[in-house]
């Protein structure tokens, strides 16, 4: 019956394609169904400080208080002079993309989204791609600030290669 008829053919080749597309990138399709719709809203970050040299493996943290901050900070920056947040109103958002062997590579918040159950943070990966690029180890960070939270906070990670 699919051989014979090309429309009921067209039909299971299409509902194929979009299952494939919802396996692949199905966060990513919840993400824009959800702000598409308005249950979402869009929430006001700041970026605290960012770079390419964290000494700090891959991870994405929370921190809502400064003791916390001060360990994450003294972990991925050393003796370096802490950047100062108010965690009376403020929650911190930090992403480490962890080491990477050459330049090329980034990590920043694309977009801080939330409901009343949760933050979603959409985060963009840059990596090196074809790009001729330098032979020079890299751990990029990108570290915002949020109004005050205690709402689950998820990570949504795009990754994408840098156009030369």
Same mark, same amino acid.
């Given at each position: 019956?699919? !051989?014979?008829?090309?429309?009921?053919?067209?039909?299971?080749?299409?509902?194929?394609?979009?299952?494939?597309?919802? *396996?692949?990138?199905? #966060?990513?399709?919840?993400?824009?169904?959800?702000? #598409?719709?308005? !249950?979402?809203?869009? /929430?006001?970050?700041?970026?605290?400080?960012?770079?390419?040299?964290?000494?700090?493996?891959?991870?994405? %943290?929370?921190?809502?208080?400064?003791?916390?901050?001060?360990?994450?900070?003294?972990?991925?920056?050393?003796?370096?002079?802490?950047?100062?947040? =108010? &965690?009376? =109103? #403020?929650?911190?958002?930090?992403? &480490? *993309?962890?080491?990477?062997?050459?330049?090329?590579?980034?990590?920043?918040?694309?977009?801080?989204?939330?409901?009343? #159950?949760?933050? %979603?943070?959409?985060?963009?990966?840059?990596?090196?791609?074809?790009?001729?690029?330098?032979?020079? %180890?890299?751990?990029?960070?990108? /570290?915002?600030?949020?109004?005050?939270?205690?709402? !689950?906070?998820?990570?949504?990670?795009?990754?994408?290669?840098?156009?030369?």
């Amino acid at each position: 019956m699919l !051989r014979k008829d090309p429309i009921v053919r067209r039909r299971f080749v299409f509902l194929g394609i979009i299952a494939i597309s919802v *396996a692949v990138s199905g #966060s990513a399709i919840l993400v824009y169904s959800s702000v #598409s719709h308005g !249950r979402m809203r869009q /929430i006001d970050f700041r970026t605290v400080t960012w770079g390419y040299k964290a000494n700090y493996t891959k991870a994405n %943290l929370v921190i809502n208080d400064n003791a916390a901050w001060a360990s994450v900070w003294k972990q991925a920056a050393g003796n370096a002079s802490i950047p100062q947040v =108010n &965690f009376s =109103n #403020s929650t911190v958002i930090a992403m &480490f *993309a962890g080491g990477e062997p050459t330049s090329g590579y980034a990590i920043n918040a694309a977009s801080v989204t939330g409901d009343d #159950s949760h933050i %979603l943070v959409l985060v963009t990966l840059t990596t090196a791609g074809n790009c001729i690029v330098e032979q020079n %180890l890299t751990a990029p960070f990108d /570290i915002v600030a949020i109004p005050k939270t205690g709402l !689950r906070v998820q990570f949504s990670i795009q990754t994408i290669a840098s156009s030369c």
